[in-house]
Every structure is written in C-alpha cells, then in structure tokens.
C-alpha cells in the first residue's frame, strides 16, 4: 500500500450497497504490514453456488490449489484472504497452513471444510504463520456486517495504491438482482489471470455450474485482457458466488447458461468484471498513463488478442509511452516479433485519432504536433489494423517508468 | 551512443588483426548523429562466401528483405552499414533506397548488385536519405584499409556504449585462420535474433553452404540465447564471410559442414559468438548487472530454454537484480508461468552458490545474509533445477534500471 495514490484512480469510488447473504469483516493481524487490515473473511450464511478461474502458473499457491479442489462442490460458505504473504512455493508448510486456516473457519461459520475459499497475495516463498489469524476467525464470524465493501477490499491490497470496488444491478425475469466485486492487484499482472484476485458475490440464483460458464466466458476480454508487466502471479484467482438471495423476490429458476433470462445479468456482470480489471491496470505499478490497444484486421480474434498483447507487453512501447513519445517504429517491431501474419505493407497504426502509419510506411500526412499531443493525454488509445482479415481485440495496459523499477527493486513485495 | 560508458563493458578492447581479403573504411554522412561516423564499407577483394541469418519480425526492414534475396547467390563483394535510420517500415521507398545503395556499391567495388548486402540501424519508420552516403561508397571503396576492425565497430552503434569486437585463431588440417567479428546491439534485444548487427569475417576457405550450416547452429547458445528486453528488432542481421584467403596456405578444400577438419574453426566460430554475443548484453541499455540464468532438469533442452528466457525475461526479476534483491519467490513466479513442466516440489533455486530454495519451499539452511552478498555482485548466476529430466540450457540477460526507462522514454531510437 503505498502513500501516493495512482493519477489514473477512480476520482471516487463506487457506493457499494449490500448484497443480501453475504457478510463480511476485516482483521488487522499483522502478517506483514502494521497499523491496517490483512485479513479478510466472507460469510455466506447459507450455502452460494461458487464458481472460480485461477492462475495457469505451474506453480500455484497453496491456496489455488486448495480452492481448485474444493470448486467441485460448488458451495461456499467462508472466504478467508490475507493480504502480505502469499503462501506460495511453502511447501508441505503451506498446505498445513491451508488446512488450519480452513478448519478455523468451517469452524467459526459451522461448515465443512469443502465449503471453504482461501486466498493468500503477498511475498512468495516465506511460510505463512496462519495462527496470527485463524485464531480471531470465530470473532470475524459473527462481527462480519453486510455493508463492508470498501473495507473488505482494502484488507487485500499490497502494493495496491487504492482499493478496487465494483457493483452493479440486472434483471433476471424481472427479477431486480445485485452484482457487488472487490479486486486488488497492481503488479506481476498478466493474463491468464489478470488479477491477482477478485471477489464477486451477487444475490441472484443461480446454479454453480451455470455461474462457472458465465465467469470462464467473461474473464477472456476482460481480466485475461489486461497486463502490467507480463508476469502472472502464482496466486491469482477470481471467485464468483451466488447467494440465492433473489429467489425469495421470486427469480425465476436458471436452467442454464444458454437461458435468455440471463441475457441482462451476463451483460452486467461482464461490465463489472470489465471495470475491476481496468482499475487493476489503471493502478499498475509506477502508471503514470493508462493504454487501451486496439488490434483490428487481424486473421482472426486470437490472433489480434496476441498481436495486442505483443504491444501492450513491450517494454520499449511501454517506455515510449512514459516519455510521451509517438514512437510508432516500436509498435512495428512489436506486431512484427508477435509471430502472428502481418504484412509491413498493409500496416495501419493510429494515435488516439491520429493515423501516423498507412500502407508501410510513415502516413504522408503525418503530423509529429498531432501524434504528441495525443502522448500527452492521460488515456492514449493504440490501434493497429493488419489489414488481412476481420480478427479484432482490446488489451490495455500501461505504461513503464522509473516508478515500477523503483517499487519492485525496493520492495520485496 | 552514450558519454557514459557500461559499467559492464570489458576492462579492453580485442586488438583485432587484420584479416585477409577484407578492407574496411568508414564515414560521417550525418543521417541522424553529428560529429562520428555512421556508415561503414567492407570491401572482399575476391568474392567471399556469405551466410546469414535474420530477424524472425513479420516486418523486418527492407536491408533484410535484400540480403536475405541476395544470401541466395553466396557470394559477397561488398557490405554496407549505416547507423541512425533502420530503413524499417518504410515501404516503396526503403526499397528504393536499397537499391540506390546497392548501385552505389557495386559500381564502386564492381561488382554484381547481387553481390551487396546492407544494413541498417536506427529509428524505424522514418525515410532514408540514401543519397547522404550513396555519393561516399566510390572513395570508401579506394579508401578501405584492412586495418580498422575497432573504427567499423564505432560506426554501427547507436546506443551501444563501447564498439564490440572480437578475434579468435583456429586451425583447419594445421593451416592458421583468423575470425574477426564486431557488434551491435544494446536495446530492443531478444532471440531471435539477439543482437540487432554483427559481421564476422574469416580467411578460412569454407563453402557459402557450409559457412551457413555452422552459422545457423552456431547461433542458437549464443546470439538466441541473449536478451536485454524481450523485445525484437526488425532490423537483426548477423553476417559471416569467408574470404578463402587461407586457401594460398595449403589449407585443405572443405568437403561440408561434418568435415572433421572444421572442430576447431567450429569452436572458435562459437567461442567468438558468444563473445560478441555477451558484449551486447553487458551493454544492455541502463544495465548495472549481467545475469545468467541456468535452468537444469527439464524436460529437455527446449523447455529448458524457455524456462530460462521466461526468467530472464520477466520485469519483477530484472528489477529485483537491479534492487540487489534476493527475491527468488519472483523466478518461481517465472517458472510457474513458462507454460512448461514443472513440479513446484521438486524446484530448487541457487544464486550464485547459495542454494535458497529446494523441494518446494526456502532452504532449510537458507540465509538472506549469503544471498543478499551474492545480489550485490556485479555478474550473478541464476541456477533452477526443475527436478523432472535433464534438458538443460543458459540464457544472458541484464537487470531492468531506471537508466532503461530513461534512455527508452527520452530518445527516439
């Protein structure tokens, strides 16, 4: 957590209303950090449907590979997060760690343990001492209130300079439901995932399996389309529960993924998903300006999404960005070393709204004032057509500066 | 080219011989640089026997697009090199201006435009005037020395601190030759290939078919094994000539590339490659460290390869080295997310002698006192053993500075 907050914040943030069936408290139990909260535990008094992405690190954190297990049976009733250690690459240790922590908390709510969440951000590689707080989840338990969203999401922050939230509300059959989200994650951001981790609940009902399809579809264009610096955690994991709530309103039952009732809630969870990976990236490490690449005429979606993502990563676009430069030479370079079909030729390349590349080579209307005065905006839209087919997708990022280098060479976070 | 020399660079330089059939000469022609040279002839005598290999960029500029048409021919007559402007992405007309200096070239050497190569450096996208140096090539041609390996290094940098040559001698059937080759390279440097310009030179008497097979093996452990920032040059070109000036001494016909005869030319080849190839690291833009990462116990040596790229390349470790950070949590994250086998369990971490992690978790022994002495070395060895097979492979690498983002940010290059 740092003292300076991002210049690319939110200017406020979201008025969080409760979401019926989940409550919530914070703990400060000085894993790592003093004088705040890091740990935060999720109360679901009756069973939510429970769906999750995780990290495709070889090498997930213990508690991945605890939650991994128990999605199988789709029911949660504790999340339990702490923020300054990460208890990966703990070993034997890490899994003790888990399994207290988890056994403290189907305790404290009165569960099994298959219907407790966990996860861990923080330093990798030190062993977690889960006594510092499993021992005050019994009192979290029942403290833990319904309109604790902004305190829940500053409990999981590390280098986080503000706290992520996100809600929004849909009809299912007529049917007003809510959509509430928490995230954090300022670095070692990198599809696939993006975050490092997120926390969805709404009150709708809706069954585990169905809840999985929506989350696994939503999070390719949105937390699997932003990057900060390319490295993907070993803890990342985004969590989506149901709390069933609604039903009681008279929510109709869901069928499945494909049922047409679901057309406004997917909508609504898409854009809240959308808007808890921006203001991941918009508190990138050191960011001092937000990027959205466009790749269009791509030979197909993928295919753009890589070509993006080659952009979007490079550091010497990244760095031009930092110096408010129009070095649109790097994102030649870039296209060309994504492996993906290009042709020099047929290359397009606009600044904000200033073509600076047409035809493979420099637009002969190029106008260096223009393209700079789009690097000087806070929020500079790259896009490049590859003129070969109709493939099209978004990635953004940010830039790279002193700043990053500073944070991460500093810190051992 | 920068007032302040790496802190990497080698305490001298090669005193480099001449090496027969080979001339050389330079020229300030002021394409972008004022007050140094920044074009460089190198004139065979008799034709020589070419090899190369190029930039995988799906946009590579139009000097690679030419020598990669002429390689076809083997033979070489004459190599132009200018500094300042890439000639890349630049359409129409850097096609033109390849020609016109091929013309050039090959009236004032006389010879066939077939049997020119080119090369460029500098700035992508921006037109090159090829009339500024086009005029010179006649009296460079006349002029050409063979003694001016260290002037020809000076004349390709552009934000290479020092010029990068080298020199080895080997035997083919008990006839001395000689290998000389110089570099470029400091920025925008990731395999494949790694170094941006490098021109090696030798008097053996070696087929252009052979002199490619052992250029393309050759390059693998060396040039693609070398990254500053991941990124990739349009413009890579790494050319080897062989003038047959050793066949006058008795040196035996070479009958192909598995000719016994050819050991030692083939390790000296190698040695010097690597050579040229660590000069470009250490002079990595903003770099205060040279890392090499190890990576044993892979799958096999492909994977280990990637491994070893996915650490080297990955921000949060290279700022970690520039910190003096012994955060080997940050090359599990790296290991974790190469895509390739690995069994959390069975990792174990070095640097340098001091092992910090083994079986999945901190070395039982482990000490941030020796780990910490290690981080502040100048050149650190990174070791990982996946545990799983025995594919083994080293990549080079530098730390991520604030100097990198600086001269990135600052400088149009």
């Known amino acids: 957590m740092s003292a300076t907050v991002s210049p690319l914040a939110p200017k406020s943030y979201a008025d969080m209303p409760p ?144 706290p992520k939230v996100a809600t929004r509300t849909a009809r299912i059959g007529g049917v007003p439901v809510r959509i509430n989200g928490i995230a954090k994650g300022a670095g070692m951001i990198a599809p696939d995932m993006a975050t490092m981790l997120s926390f969805v609940v709404t009150d709708a009902d809706i069954p585990a399996a169905v809840l999985q399809t929506l989350l696994s579809e939503g999070v390719g264009p949105t937390f699997n389309s932003v990057t900060v610096d390319s490295d993907t ?28 009732a679901l057309a406004e809630f997917r909508a609504a969870l898409n854009d809240l998903l959308k808007d808890l990976a921006l203001q991941v990236v918009r508190d990138g490490e050191g960011a001092r300006k937000m990027v959205a690449v466009t790749v269009e005429g791509a030979e197909n979606d993928a295919a753009a999404k890589r070509i993006a993502l080659s952009i979007a990563n490079s550091p010497l676009v990244k760095t031009a960005v930092a110096g408010e430069d129009a070095n649109w030479g790097r994102v030649v370079m870039a296209v060309g070393k994504s492996g993906e079909m290009a042709d020099r030729d047929r290359l397009a390349i606009w600044f904000g709204d200033v073509r600076v590349a047409v035809d493979g080579e420099r637009d002969p209307n190029y106008s260096e004032q223009a393209a700079s ?41």
């Open 233 to 260: 955690s070993t803890s990342d994991t985004l969590m989506l529960f149901a709390t069933g709530a609604a039903a009681a309103d008279g929510q109709p039952a869901i069928t499945g993924a494909a049922d047409a």
């Open 19 to 162: 979401v019926r069936g989940v409550r919530m408290a914070t703990a400060a139990a000085g894993i790592k950090y003093k004088g705040r909260t890091d740990v935060l535990m999720m109360v679901f008094d009756s069973p939510a449907a429970a769906a999750g992405v995780f990290t495709t690190s070889k090498c997930p954190s213990a508690p991945v590979d605890f939650c991994k297990e128990n999605l199988s049976g789709g029911k949660a009733r504790a999340v339990v997060v702490n923020s300054g250690n990460a208890n990966a690459f703990t070993g034997r240790k890490g899994r003790e760690a888990t399994a207290m922590t988890a056994a403290a908390a189907a305790k404290a709510v009165g569960c099994a343990g298959g219907e407790v969440f966990l996860a861990s951000t923080g330093v990798i590689g030190e062993p977690l001492d889960a006594t510092k707080f499993s021992g005050v989840l019994d009192e979290l338990a029942v403290s833990a209130k319904e309109d604790f969203w902004l305190e829940a999401a500053k409990a999981i922050m590390t280098t986080d300079t503000y």
């Open 373 to 413: 005065a789009v690097m000087k905006e806070q929020d500079i839209a790259v896009r490049v057509d590859i003129g070969l087919g109709s493939g099209r997708a978004t990635v953004w990022t940010c830039d790279l500066t002193k700043e990053y280098v500073e944070i991460n060479g500093d810190y051992r976070s």
